[in-house]
T-cell receptor, first 119, second 109 residues
């Protein structure tokens, strides 16, 4: 199956600092990548959708200046949480979708997630 | 509006069969996905249905009825490791996934 990696898996930082999370598709080219956030015992919340080489499309209520997304290549997207605050503490998960030449080309494959704790 | 409905929680016994239902309303339709999510982990892909009927994959099967806006995930020979949340997601005309809140499945010995 498709493999998506995320780094780091866990990060603890001080309030006011910026944190960068990387998402990589390891065995396919991801034309589209998605960034989700999930608070404990709540459902997935889509933050933004990014296509390689273009600006990300942010969901309503998500601050684009706070959550910077760069999808520089077909295998890498990054999410930078700028000036992080304790309320940004959450589980951030990326997913990737691309033409893998199979019938499930519309399938999103998830990275393992990044647990962010802002002190 | 777009909406995905699925039960919040279900309980089943090890070795038994359980069916998790999902009804959907999307703007256009490009398929129905099921994902499994264990506590503290990211979702993993289980199945994708775009045509009516039953798709079987080992112990798991997924069914779709487009006319009824309905799908179910059937889990057979339940094992303790199947305890997880099961997420139903419909894909709309823009190829965006509309997520359900998930069904927490509790397996008892």
């Amino acid at each position: 199956g498709a493999v998506v990696s995320q780094h780091p898996s866990r990060v603890i930082c001080k309030s006011g600092t910026s944190v960068k999370i990387e998402c990589r598709s390891l065995d396919f080219q991801a034309t589209t990548m998605f960034w989700y956030r999930q608070f404990p015992k709540q459902s997935l919340m889509l933050m933004a959708t990014s296509n390689e080489g273009s600006k990300a499309t942010y969901e309503q209520g998500v601050e684009k200046d706070k959550f910077l997304i760069n999808h520089a290549s077909l295998t890498l997207s990054t999410l930078t949480v700028t000036s992080a605050h304790p309320e940004d503490s959450s589980f951030y998960i990326c997913s990737a979708r691309g033409d893998r030449g199979q019938s499930t080309q519309e399938t999103q494959y998830f990275g393992p997630g990044t647990r962010l704790l802002v002190l | 509006g777009q909406n995905i409905d699925q039960p919040t929680e279900m309980t089943a016994t090890e070795g038994a069969i359980v069916q998790i239902n999902c009804t959907y309303q999307t703007s256009g339709f490009n398929g129905l996905f099921w994902y499994q999510q264990h506590a503290g982990e990211a979702p993993t892909f289980l199945s994708y249905n775009v045509l009516d009927g039953l798709e079987e994959k080992g112990r798991f099967s997924s069914f779709l009825s487009r006319s009824k806006g309905y799908s179910y995930l059937l889990l057979k020979e339940l094992q303790m490791k199947d305890s997880a949340s099961y997420l139903c997601a419909g894909m709309d005309s823009n190829y965006q996934l509309i997520w359900g809140a998930g069904t927490k499945l509790i397996i008892k010995p």
